[in-house]
């Protein structure tokens, strides 16, 4: 747990305003770890101001201004993009809709029992979109469905089980007794993982498991 000890430290300081090599010395990290770490904790323009004042390095105000720059241009080309993009995606077609959720099938769902289809993953937005493509493309209807979480013993059950009933807009009657690993949450969260456990949604339907597995068989097969 040193490693995310170190990244919490680091975001920590950031925080107080502190530069990278501020942050280096004290917690003995490579800037460039502390640029994955740190990409989203940019300094203020007032704090770099103040920074000025206090007769940092012209070198040292000149890198966080250049921070901030590059910063600002990605962002700036990121948003460009994603508008080109979706108006390129969308609207989508219901044919789009049932091939996205059969090739999210092929990829994440399970396929080692043929009485149903279910997904687990720890991205709220799969979990919703498997949840779509059940309702739109396989008319399975939410009262159906049955959840599963997966958590850490650090978690708290009532918090975690909200949150996804919430996200996912299902209701806790179908939420069935949680998982609870004895590692704690510290380790995903670490690792850039989104922090509420990993959901498992699933319908019950021999119909539906042999009519997706034969589809993904389908495209498997003509490749």
Known sequence: MARFADRESAIRLRKQGMS?????????????????????????????KE???????????????????????????????????????????????????????????????????????SDPSIIKFFILWLSKSLKVPKKNLRVSLQLYCDMEIDKETKFWSETLGVSRSQFIRPYIKESSSERINHKGGFGHGTCNVRVNSVFLAEKIFMSVKVISDSI
Do not use: H
Request: overall charge positive.
């Open 20 to 48: 990278y090599t501020q942050i280096k010395k004290i917690i003995g990290v490579s800037k460039s770890t502390l640029s994955c770490w740190l990409q989203k904790f940019p300094l203020s323009e007032e704090q770099i």
């Open 51 to 121: 920074f000025q004042r206090q007769g940092w390095k012209k070198s040292e105000v000149s890198r966080e201004k250049f921070r901030n720059t590059m910063r600002q241009k990605k962002e700036k080309r990121l948003r460009r993009i994603f508008t080109v993009q979706q108006k390129e995606i969308f609207p989508l077609t219901k044919r789009d809709i049932f091939l996205a959720g059969l090739f999210l099938y092929w990829g994440e769902g399970t396929k080692c029992r043929s009485d149903g289809l279910s997904i687990s993953n």
